[in-house]
T-cell receptor, first 113, second 115 residues
């Protein structure tokens, strides 16, 4: 049981480059989300999805795009990377009830130079 | 608006000491869930506990215990007889009933347990 899988684990980008962080879950969870973690700020929600074809913005959506074409996958796209997007990114998934356990991927360390 | 505050940025203790990590939350909703996660130096997020707003019973799991008090909007976490392996960043988080999968995190408390 793989749970939530994120790739890549580490990535260095140049300013202006684009890239996609991949996230896949094999638990048939309806809810998926992306967070970024910055020192002293905890984790902040970027985008989330309540099911295939449905996405919405979180607290810090600017500079990021998402889509949810299948239940399993929820990729996060950086269209034009900026140094301010240097961060650790976590993907998460859960069932539809708020009290369900939320499963996190192992994180993706992104550096934009 | 919802908010979670972990006022303690860093805590340093000596092994075998007890330590309490504070968490204060804000929400006007009556139904919500509170969580604690551990992030060890390896970076992954480890789920520790989930508590719903209707269950104020304290919980103990080995050396870990949690004190949930709605009257003070607090959900504090105590580690008894701390060990070096407890060194990590600990996050408290809030999820509203009608917003499944959306966590509001506190800033985190970095706990250092020295031998």
């Amino acid at each position: 049981n793989a749970g939530v899988t994120q790739t890549p684990k580490f990535q260095v980008l140049k300013t202006g480059q684009s890239m996609t962080l991949q996230c896949a879950q094999d638990m048939n969870h309806e809810y998926m989300s992306w967070y970024r973690q910055d020192p002293g700020m905890g984790l902040r929600l970027i985008h989330y999805s309540v099911g295939a074809g449905i996405t919405d913005q979180g607290e810090v959506p600017n500079g990021y795009n998402v889509s949810r074409s299948t239940t399993e996958d929820f990729p996060l796209r950086l269209l034009s990377a900026a140094p301010s997007q240097t961060s650790v990114y976590f993907c998460a998934s859960s069932g539809p009830i708020s009290g369900n356990t939320i499963y996190f991927g192992e994180g993706s360390w992104l550096t934009v130079v | 608006a919802q908010k979670v505050t972990q006022a303690q940025t860093e805590i340093s203790v000596v092994e075998k000491e007890d330590v309490t990590l504070d968490c204060v939350y804000e929400t006007r909703d009556t139904t919500y869930y509170l969580f604690w996660y551990k992030q060890p130096p390896s970076g992954e997020l480890v789920f520790l506990i989930r508590r719903n707003s209707f269950d104020e019973q304290n919980e103990i799991s080995g050396r870990y215990s949690w004190n949930f008090q709605k009257s003070t909007s607090s959900f504090n976490f105590t580690i008894t007889a701390s060990q070096v392996v407890d060194s990590a960043v600990y996050f408290c988080a809030l999820a509203l009933y009608n917003q499944g999968g959306k966590l509001i995190f506190g800033q985190g408390t970095e706990l250092s347990v020295k031998p």
